[in-house]
């Protein structure tokens, strides 16, 4: 069967919305993925920013796959790198090359943009081997640590 890995246009809103609703399944997060969807304008002006690409992957009309990521300009030299937010394959569909195509599409775009690099973080956690032995595969490891700062405490 082929999958058509496509990038979403500001056209492109329900097929966004199919695409948050597979990462809401696949991390078993519908709550974060679907129940506060923004209104269409708002993913209209996301979809169409140059900052922001999210790539579909489908098949038979169905989103299976996907990925979210980010460029973000530097400001230490003129130049960007690009952020995989989000990056994840509906379960039947895994080990079908469907997250490396993801990858090698985001890949092109980086390179079209003229981007210096692609990177991506992933838990070290045991239900996170596949996904580390995929990343393993495309591109050197690094260890950091990874801190989300509290926004609700004073500091």
């Given at each position: 069967m082929r999958t058509d890995i496509q990038q979403l246009v500001a056209e492109d809103v329900e097929r966004m919305r199919a695409l948050l609703d597979?990462?809401?399944v696949v991390f078993g997060e519908p709550e974060t993925y679907s129940a506060n969807q923004?209104?269409?304008?708002y993913i209209r002006g996301l979809l169409?920013?140059?900052t922001f690409i999210a790539l579909a992957a489908v098949r038979?009309?169905?989103v299976i796959g996907g990925l979210a990521a980010y460029e973000l300009r530097?400001?230490?030299q003129a130049r960007s790198e690009i952020y995989i937010y989000d990056l994840a394959v509906v379960a039947e569909h895994?080990?079908?090359g469907i997250a490396t195509a993801l990858i090698g599409r985001l890949r092109d775009i980086a390179v079209a943009r003229g981007a210096h690099a692609v990177f991506v973080q992933a838990d070290t956690g045991v239900?996170?081997?596949?996904?580390i032995a995929l990343y393993s595969s495309l591109g050197r490891r690094e260890e950091v640590l990874h801190f989300d700062i509290d926004l609700e405490t004073d500091m």
């Open positions: 597979t990462f809401g923004p209104d269409d304008t169409a920013s140059d038979d009309g169905d530097k400001f230490e895994r080990r079908q239900e996170d081997k596949p996904v």
